[in-house]
């Protein structure tokens, strides 16, 4: 009897296992990048590969489950061999295509981080879908990005621009800053002390600039760009 009875647990169990089939990932389960994005479009991918370690075709179903990311204006999207999916909590399941017997599914995650330097970290649990065991396994992905996007702002070159008149009675023109975006003005005496300051939007090719309550003498300009770094510096020679 007992002999009997050894052998039906050893059918029935080997039939249970068969059932069970065990999530292996490739390199492993997590995945981590550190970069810089350079535009604003720009996508940063990870990539974990999900291997069918079994004799038959298998089609997986996966979800995320928890992120820490900033949300937005960072886009999440995760691939999968059928499709890429805008990632939000409380989204329905995902099923892949089917993935052939000894095949591997890259489940491609992607961070759009539109030029916001942060940090993400981002669980997505995967199972086989007919698995009646629910063997699952959790994805990690985490980035660490820093942003450099230009800003639109044209870099303003100091042989491109013109101060006139000079010397100057009541007010002064300076030209050549097209596209240059907002920029602080602040006329500077001999002595170092801030005299006026001014800000402007160039978004014309040129501004006014008046410094007519101002005594006579000799004055230094200088103008700073949005990220306040010093765009110009001249001299201006104000007249009685």
């Given amino acids: 009897m007992k002999k009997t009875f050894t052998s039906i647990c050893l059918v029935f169990c080997s039939i249970a296992l068969s059932f069970a089939q065990n999530i292996i990932t490739l390199p492993n389960d997590s995945a981590f ?5 350079a535009d604003e479009f720009d996508l940063v991918d990870l990539h ?17 489950v928890d992120y820490s990311a900033q949300v937005p204006p960072w886009e999440l999207k995760l691939c999968d061999n059928n499709n890429c999916y805008d990632l939000l909590l409380g989204n329905p399941m ?14 491609k995650f992607q961070f759009s981080p539109h030029c916001v330097n942060g940090v993400a970290n981002v ?21 660490d990005l820093t942003t450099s996007c230009p800003t639109g702002v044209t870099q303003i070159s100091s042989n491109a621009l013109n101060i006139y008149p000079n010397p100057v009675q009541n007010s002064f023109v300076v030209s050549g ?40 003498g000799v004055y230094v300009l200088k103008a700073f760009d949005s990220n306040n770094k010093i765009a110009v510096t001249s001299r201006i020679i104000k007249n009685p």
């Fill in 48 to 64: 974990i590969e999900v291997i069918n370690n079994t004799a038959s075709p298998t089609t997986y179903t996966w979800r995320m």
């Fill in 177 to 216: 800053l097209q596209n240059a975006g907002n920029l602080s003005f602040e006329v500077y005496d001999m002595k170092g002390a801030l005299a006026k300051s001014e800000e402007k939007n160039a978004s014309n090719t040129s501004i006014e600039i008046s410094i007519e309550s101002l005594p006579s």
């Fill in 94 to 107: 995902h099923q892949s295509l089917s993935v052939a017997a000894y095949d591997t599914m890259d489940m």
């Fill in 123 to 143: 669980n997505v649990v995967v199972y086989a879908t007919n698995d009646s065991a629910n063997a699952t396994v959790t994805l990690n992905y985490k980035a």
């Fill in 33 to 37: 990048i550190s970069a810089n994005v």
